[in-house]
């Protein structure tokens, strides 16, 4: 019984197998036809589509956002004149005048140098030449360019001796060398330069009266300054035992700095009572000594004004600490 079941469902898969086979190519045939229909319809509903479009007209795209912002700038562009811009050797002196004003409006004064310049260059007026010149030198001045501006200074004096702003152009002169001056323990030379250039101005003091009380107190500053490289260059040979060298350097101090300066008579006593005293008791024999009087008092009032240095006859110990050797200022 078990044996029959078995071999009727063989025999089954068997009829299976060959009506599958027979009926697998009618099946392909119903497949193709239906795909075939179904691509027809979707051609001919796109046709249709198309030609619905075609009647109503061609469809507007909406523009991203970068278009719209290249056209706004494109309308701009139109809208705005077109302006050639000029440079600065096709540019006029009112030109130049114009666009300097501007760029000192807006603190450009690298720009407005550069017109200041070529307006120098191209103006024939002498007068206006003369303002122009004045005006480079104290923008030069104000950008910290002192040298330049000096200079500037200095031709300007030279070729309008007779200006109105001569006395100004020469106490600029004066401030920028004094600004370049280094202190008492270095190079003394721009200090030299800028005590010649005041005394040149208080020659014409009776003239120059605007500036005379600035260019005094910048006198006495300078003497103070020259005082105290000296001072400084004396501590350095007494320290160091050279005590002639020492009296030799008072003395050019005397020499120099007391008339100018009578108020530090006795501070140079005292200096010079102490290489005195010190060489005596290291049994050495000095040159010569100073001519100063110990017991006077200065009671002579310079045009100067009062120094702010040390008067006292005790030497100032505490400053001499602070005070730079005069082997490093080099």
């Known amino acids: ?92 002196l009112p030109e130049l005048r114009e666009a300097k004003e501007k760029a000192l409006e807006k603190r450009q004064k690298e720009s407005a140098l550069s017109y200041l310049k070529r307006m120098l260059a191209i103006c024939d007026d002498k007068d206006m030449l003369k303002d122009i010149m004045l005006e480079l030198a104290d923008l030069l001045f104000d950008m910290g360019k002192l040298e330049k501006a000096g200079v500037m200074y200095a031709e300007y004096m030279m070729l309008y001796p007779g200006s109105d702003s001569v006395e100004y152009a020469e106490y600029k002169g004066i401030l920028c060398w004094f600004y370049r001056t280094l202190g008492h323990d270095r190079d003394q030379t721009q200090t030299e330069e800028t005590l010649k250039l005041t005394d040149q101005f208080l020659e014409r003091s009776d003239i120059f009266t605007t500036y005379a009380s600035d260019v005094k107190k910048i006198k006495r500053q300078c003497y103070e300054k020259l005082y105290d490289s000296e001072l400084s260059v004396f501590e350095f040979y007494l320290k160091r035992g050279s005590y002639n060298a020492a009296q030799s350097r008072l003395k050019s101090m005397e020499k120099r700095f007391l008339k100018p300066m009578p108020d530090i008579r006795p501070k140079l006593a005292a200096l010079d009572a102490q290489v005195v005293s010190t060489a005596k008791a290291k049994n050495i024999e000095l040159a010569s000594a100073l001519s100063l009087d110990t017991m006077k008092l200065p009671t002579i009032q310079t045009d100067l004004g009062p120094f702010d240095l040390p008067l006292e006859l005790a030497s100032s110990s505490d400053k001499q600490k602070k005070r730079k050797k005069f082997a490093n200022r080099f």
């Open 1 to 92: 019984m078990t044996m029959y079941k078995v071999t009727l469902i063989v025999h089954s898969f068997k009829y299976l197998i060959i009506a599958s086979l027979f009926a697998l190519p009618s099946m392909l045939d119903a497949k193709k036809a239906a795909s075939v229909k179904n691509k027809t319809t979707s051609l001919s509903h796109n046709s249709t589509k198309k030609t619905a479009n075609l009647k109503k007209g061609p469809q507007k795209t909406v523009p991203s956002r970068t278009a719209k912002k290249r056209a706004q700038r494109l309308a701009r562009a139109e809208e705005k004149p077109m302006v050639t811009r000029k440079t600065l050797k096709e540019m006029s």
